[in-house]
């Protein structure tokens, strides 16, 4: 199973409680999770991962069995299974890539593939119609057909439909990914270490709410009734994007390290900022969006209308937006809008002018 990655001896779980707030921060630190991230299908589809990591993931996955090969596709690039995630938040020994493949193991096909479905157990009428799928009531699929979000419904009725079929799949994939991920284990917890340590000051001076949205870059969290936790988990290759997952009393943030945790960088690179920054300017949908934004709030489904595109497509470009720190996404749980941040583009020219002449 390959070899285990010592942690250090501090705490793993940092807990912070600041203000008024209605929920309490927890920092939750260790490779378990990215070695979930690491099978998804955004991991390294932008150059905010460094180039040998994003070669090496190609290569690496290319490698494995034909029939793992598909399963990672099927379940884990079409992000199916990536909610696996799920089961760690509250294990907080599950520490390493070979923690991760043990706790699969123990965990029962009917408790796995539940966890794959935490986020639907706010819905309570959905929440037992999946339940008894899962143990075994077929009768409950079609309901489950209509109610489901559109999101990867075809795939989810499957989950549901042999929990002992899918947790196979699912466990032969992190059991083959497993092995060369344990060859980079160490390295990436250094990356998140630094991750964590370089936002010292944050922790300090910021309320929760602007704490998880510097953090995250953009995501601006509103509590939510029955929320008492929120937990921030540094990764590595979710950059430039946040993984979000939560149960009924959490909501989790897997959220891309800064670019300094990366480590230093020769004076001719240009800083990631900068180009994300550039590169998020320099496509004409995007710039249309931010001129919509600039006149008001909007949500996704009123962006997509008016510039008569599909809602994936603009969720795409608000990714690479809100990575360029261009726009700000309010999330309550069950709303979510953008707004645009305007005194990031005051940064646009005076970066670049930083970078070149200094």
Do not use: C
Not at 320 to 346: E, F, H, K, P
């Amino acid at each position: 199973m390959g070899r285990r990655v010592d942690m250090p001896p501090r705490a793993m779980v940092r807990d912070l409680t600041r203000g008024g707030a209605s929920f309490r921060i927890d920092w939750d630190v260790r490779t378990a999770y990215d070695f979930i991230f690491s099978l998804s299908g955004d991991a390294g589809s932008t150059d905010d991962l460094p180039a040998p990591d994003r070669a090496w993931l190609t290569e690496t996955r290319k490698s494995l069995p034909q029939d793992v090969q598909g399963a990672i596709e099927l379940l884990f690039e079409s992000e199916l299974a990536i909610h696996a995630g799920v089961l760690l938040v509250d294990q907080p020994d599950v520490r390493t890539s070979a923690d991760v493949v043990a706790l699969v193991e123990s965990t029962s096909p009917t408790d796995l593939v539940g966890a794959l479905f935490a986020e639907d157990g706010h819905d309570a009428e959905l929440a037992s119609l999946i339940q008894r799928a899962i143990g075994g009531d077929a009768s409950a699929l079609p309901a489950l057909k209509e109610k489901l979000p559109d999101w990867n419904r075809k795939g989810r009725i499957e989950l549901l439909r042999d929990p002992v079929v899918a947790k196979e799949r699912i466990l032969a994939v992190l059991r083959a990914w497993q092995a060369p991920f344990s060859s980079i284990e160490a390295r990436v917890l250094a990356i998140l270490e630094r991750d964590y340590d370089g936002r010292g000051d944050d922790r300090t001076r910021l309320a929760p709410a602007e704490l998880i949205e510097t953090t995250t870059g953009g995501v601006r969290y509103l509590p939510e009734p029955g929320i008492s936790r929120v937990v921030l988990g540094p990764s590595y290759f979710s950059r430039p994007y946040n993984f979000l997952m939560s149960a009924r009393d959490w909501r989790f943030f897997g959220y891309p390290v800064s670019d300094s945790a990366l480590g230093p960088s020769d004076a001719l690179t240009p800083p990631l900022s900068l180009v994300r920054l550039h590169r998020a300017l320099g496509d004409e949908t995007r710039l249309r969006i931010l001129k919509l934004l600039a006149s008001r709030d909007l949500y996704l489904t009123e962006i997509a209308q008016q510039l008569d595109l599909s809602k994936p497509t603009i969720k795409h470009h608000m990714i690479q937006l809100r990575a360029a720190g261009l726009v700000t996404i309010t999330d309550s749980g069950s709303v979510m809008y953008y707004t645009l941040r305007r005194n990031r583009l005051d940064d646009a020219s005076a970066e670049i002018k930083a970078f070149l002449v200094g």
